[in-house]
């Protein structure tokens, strides 16, 4: 699962135990200075206890 830094507009994540889905509409954006990995430290969102995964169309 990406980190929040990684996901790019227009991606789609689910859940594949519920079928949560949970779309990117605007990426992530650090201020002038600040390293992703400085902010971004979560490694992905996770929904009933596993990673969401990312939908390949």
Sequence with gaps: M???DEMREGEVYYCEHCG???????ECVH????????????EGFVCCGE??????D
């Design 51 to 56: 990673p969401l995964t990312l939908r390949e």
């Design 2 to 4: 990406a980190r929040c």
């Design 20 to 26: 949560l889905e949970i779309e990117v509409l605007e």
């Design 31 to 42: 201020e002038e200075g600040e390293e992703a990995e400085e902010v971004c430290r979560i």
